[in-house]
């Protein structure tokens, strides 16, 4: 009975060091999110010429009010508008055509996203652009979105992830997805970014040098996370990503519970990717080099979701009423205020002013329940391309930025 007692307190020990540490990395980033940034110095000042690049799988209607708002987009210098086409209509490929869109057409066996990208770098001309900017199918540029992208590389970066912020919040769920965007945001993006460190990517409303890009994107293969693989080559060499916070690129937020376990399902399994690809090499990266960015992508990597971390939290700290081994209830109680203080600092103020949020808070348990769900599905993803389907939306007006 010692022996069984022994190994279920290492064990509970073990998860609970584990656990503290995602909750102490959450909070501290999240702390970090509130202090100020210096203004970017512009040290080189031009027009540079952008490609914008949407890549769109199967989303005939969506992408034609996509392409044609980047069309009407207002910038000093000169873009263009490129749709990688896998699976669209050949009326829709006409009209994208007649209103001025150039129109990159791809096929593959299974369809990724970093695939496509790669093969529309290859078929443009080269030296034609400076700047290849990404868009989701459903993403809207804000005003001055490619002006403040071109200046910060004007600043010297490579590599530059604007604030991509919810274009709508008609339903509880798509509020509570917006409300996660927007701590992902702080803590990921704007708290890293604070204190020297990269942002990270999130895979559309991000922008690269041209060049870069392509070299980037070589041998990117079959992964279901672009913008993760991006991330650890961006760190390996050791480059720094540019977050621009009031830079804003709407995105369509997930409407029901169905769509939201897809999209975590992809993102889990580009997780679990991730974790097993680079664990050792960035301990390896971290010794040898002192590429502390590279570790940290994968210390990231590590880290629970946190919707399982609120789930995982919540029924330990029940369990340990009842179990006579493992830590006391007050640590995991401990640990939940930890959580709950991160998540509440990260949210911006506007949130806690929308009557939705409470609505969304009695959703948690079912988004919980989801999450879980999409853990046991994570082959789906390795199989088939989980696409996350759109409508066509108009830009919230209860979205305030």
């Known amino acids: 009975m010692f022996v069984i007692d022994l190994f279920f307190d290492i064990v509970l020990y073990s998860l609970g060091i584990f656990l503290l540490l995602n909750c102490c990395y959450l909070l501290f980033f999240s702390l970090a999110g509130h202090k100020k940034v210096k203004p970017l110095q512009e040290l080189l000042k031009k027009d540079r010429r952008f490609c914008i690049l949407i890549p769109a799988y199967q989303e005939n209607e969506v992408i034609l009010e996509t392409s044609k708002a980047a069309l009407n987009h207002q910038y000093a210098g000169t873009f263009d508008v490129f749709v990688i086409a896998d699976g669209l209509l050949p009326e829709t490929i006409a009209t994208l055509q007649n209103t001025g869109v150039g129109v990159i057409e791809v096929a593959f066996e299974k369809s990724t996203k970093g695939k496509a990208l790669a093969a529309a770098l290859n078929a443009l001309p080269e030296n034609t652009y400076d700047i290849a900017a990404i868009l989701d199918v459903d993403n809207i540029m804000g005003a001055d979105f490619l002006q403040e992208v071109n200046k910060a590389f004007g600043a010297g970066y490579k590599v530059v992830q604007a604030h991509r912020t919810a274009k709508n919040l008609d339903s509880t769920f798509a509020f509570l997805d917006a409300c996660n965007?927007?701590?992902?945001?702080?803590?990921?993006?704007?708290?890293?970014?604070?204190?020297?460190?990269?942002?990270?990517?999130?895979?559309?409303?991000?922008?690269?040098?041209?060049?870069?890009?392509?070299?980037?994107?070589n041998n990117i293969g079959e992964t279901v996370g672009e913008d993760k693989e991006l991330d650890f080559r961006i760190a390996k060499?050791?480059?720094?990503i540019c977050y621009?916070?009031?830079?804003?690129?709407?995105?369509?937020?997930?409407?029901?519970?169905?769509?939201?376990?897809?999209?975590?399902?992809?993102?889990?399994?580009?997780?679990?990717?991730?974790?097993?690809?680079?664990?050792?090499?960035?301990?390896?990266?971290?010794?040898?080099?002192?590429?502390?960015?590279?570790?940290?992508?994968?210390?990231?990597?590590?880290?629970?979701?946190?919707?399982?971390?609120?789930?995982?939290?919540?029924?330990?700290?029940?369990?340990?009423?009842?179990?006579?081994?493992?830590?006391?209830?007050?640590?995991?109680?401990?640990?939940?205020?930890?959580?709950?203080?991160?998540?509440?600092?990260?949210?911006?103020?506007?949130?806690?002013?929308?009557?939705?949020?409470?609505?969304?808070?009695?959703?948690?348990?079912?988004?919980?329940?989801?999450?879980?769900?999409?853990?046991?599905?994570?082959?789906?993803?390795?199989?088939?391309?989980?696409?996350?389907?759109?409508?066509?939306?108009?830009?919230?007006?209860?979205?305030?930025?």
């Open 244 to 401: 621009l916070d009031k830079v804003y690129v709407y995105d369509e937020k997930i409407e029901n519970a169905k769509v939201f376990t897809q999209q975590r399902t992809r993102w889990i399994a580009a997780q679990l990717e991730f974790m097993k690809k680079y664990a050792g090499e960035g301990v390896t990266q971290f010794l040898k080099f002192g590429n502390y960015e590279f570790f940290n992508k994968v210390a990231q990597a590590f880290l629970v979701p946190r919707m399982l971390l609120i789930g995982v939290l919540g029924l330990l700290f029940l369990a340990s009423l009842v179990l006579p081994f493992g830590p006391a209830p007050a640590f995991w109680g401990v640990l939940l205020l930890l959580l709950g203080a991160a998540l509440f600092i990260a949210l911006p103020g506007r949130f806690y002013k929308n009557p939705k949020l409470w609505k969304a808070f009695i959703q948690v348990p079912y988004a919980i329940f989801c999450m879980a769900k999409a853990l046991f599905q994570v082959n789906k993803a390795k199989k088939s391309f989980l696409s996350t389907p759109h409508k066509v939306k108009a830009v919230s007006t209860e979205v305030h930025v």
């Open 181 to 217: 965007e927007e701590i992902n945001n702080h803590i990921y993006r704007k708290g890293h970014f604070a204190v020297g460190m990269s942002s990270a990517l999130i895979g559309s409303g991000m922008a690269f040098g041209f060049t870069y890009l392509k070299e980037l994107l």
């Open 237 to 240: 060499n050791q480059d720094k």
